[in-house]
């Protein structure tokens, strides 16, 4: 790494030359380009960066002051119903932190509007992965600028990796002053309090804690369809020399495999049929336990006993797959055929610079593991081109990996430098036009693939669990096999939800054509818990 070109971020976070306004509780209120700003904590990247000892607590959420906040919120909504509309990019993740601030919305007595020009409060939950995601929010902002202007009183809130962000926070305050909140991916449970400030003190409100929280259990939640995410573990400690989550997401934390499995024993209850168990890393859960040994594959053995049809998870690291994993999820049942396991490369040499702490070998050997427990897996992945250096070998050794592997499907990208990754700072002499050549012909591989997976299930029948209908045509509807493949094929909309049999007529490049053999089964209809 090139030490100087290192960056001080404290500068971010200088506000020695702005008024204050008003100091008190550890709240400091500036005022910045004629707007006052209250920051109750504002992200740092060293503090983000650091790995502390202490203890994770778990914590039930709510207590008497919450309470009133979320009872005062009810009493307005009561004289004149408020709306809320919330914006989500990115990852599983957020999709599930949008649930429970939906949860928290409704809790307080709001309801949800498509149509922004009639919400009252207006949630950007933001990604920061990428810098093409982040250009879309700023973007996003130039647009809700106007009916800002043209409604005063709405509040307009970003969220999300983005907050976490010192950077982004403070061109925010700088260039974007009609924001009205701004909180961070360890805050979501304190948006009664920060609703609170932003809506009665017309201040633009500032928490972002950089340093993770404690794990708050029973946040109200609000899920849609038939399926759900179960988060698992919050944060990574993987510290992949290109990512920004370690910063964003903090330290990893498990959650209690007693809290999962209740979760997951109630949505059983509710009728859900799929459920998705989440974790940036999900083969490190139970790492951080320190009074008992309990890891990914206690809690996926734990779950296959919950009467729940289909059970994924998302994302795994190839590190931390270990053997106890892999039998048991060859014993099958609702734990389905699918893994998504992130190679990020083909090259041990490139791995080594991503610090992803396995080789090439090791990776093709887990794959062998796997397939010889489970002969029908199937195996989806992640992959970054053009990483800092990366010669037209090392490529070409991504590609052959993908041969090998047989991945049936990948989310490919162009490597994006974010600001205070070790990446950032490695020098790098691949011109992008290179790059974008790697992912056309990577993106070319992988069809040509997806279509060769999607080939071998000519004719047969497969369970497709319904999700919806087209887009394009009502009459056919849409889902997916427990590999996670999208099928559609015709049938009545009363049949969304359900378990159908279908046999594949046309297997093409992003999906399957199929028909039905039968209506749904009753007995999968009334599983139960
Ligand atoms: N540039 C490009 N892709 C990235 N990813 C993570 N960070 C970056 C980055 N800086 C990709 C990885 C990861 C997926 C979620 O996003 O492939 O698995
Ligand atoms: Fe990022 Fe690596 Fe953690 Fe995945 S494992 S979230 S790529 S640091």
Known sequence: MDKGTKKDYSKY?????????????????????????QINAAPSYQDEKRRGKEDIQVLAFGNAETEAAMEQFRELNQGRQHYYSITTYGCQMNEHDTEVMRGLFEAMGF????????????????????????????????????????????????CGCMSQEAAVVNRIMQKHAFVDLIFGTHNIHRLPHLLQDAYFGKEMVVEVWSKEGDIIENLPKKRE??????????????????????????????RLPEDVIAEVRELARQGYKEITLLGQNVNAYGKDFTDREYRFGDLMDAIREVGIPRVRFTTSHPRDFDDH?????????????????????GSSEVLKRMSRKYTREHFLDLVRRIKAAIPDVVLTTDIIVGFPGETEEQFEETLSLVREVKFASAFTFIYSPREGTPAASMEDNVPYEVKQQRLVRLNELI????????????????????????????????????????????????????????????????????????????????HGA
């Open 225 to 254: 369809g038939m399926r759900a995410w179960v988060n698992i573990m919050y944060g990574c400690d993987k510290f992949c020399t290109y990512c920004i989550v370690p910063y964003t997401r903090g330290k990893e934390r498990s």
């Open 111 to 158: 309801q949800p509007t498509e149509d922004r020009s009639q919400a009252d409060v207006i949630l950007l939950n933001t990604c920061a992965v990428r810098e093409n995601a982040e250009d879309k929010v700023f973007g996003e902002l130039g647009h809700l600028k106007g009916l800002k202007l043209e409604k005063p009183g709405l509040i307009l809130g970003v």
């Open 325 to 345: 994993l892999i039998e048991v999820l060859a014993k099958g049942g609702n734990l389905v055929e699918h893994i998504h396991l992130p190679v990020q490369s």
């Open 13 to 37: 976070f200088d506000f020695s030359d702005a008024k204050i306004v008003s100091q008190e509780d550890g709240r400091t209120t500036y005022k910045i380009n004629g707007r006052n700003i």
């Open 447 to 526: 069809a040509e693939l997806s279509l060769e997976s999607n080939e071998s299930l000519r004719g047969q029948t497969i369970e497709v669990l319904v999700e919806g209908q087209s887009k394009n045509n009502p009459n056919v509807l849409s889902g997916r096999t427990r590999s996670n493949k999208l099928i559609h094929f015709e049938g009545p909309k009363e049949w969304i939800g359900e378990f159908v049999q279908v046999r594949v007529t046309k297997p093409q490049t992003w999906y399957i054509t199929a028909e039905a053999v039968s209506p749904p089964e009753r007995a999968a209809l009334s």
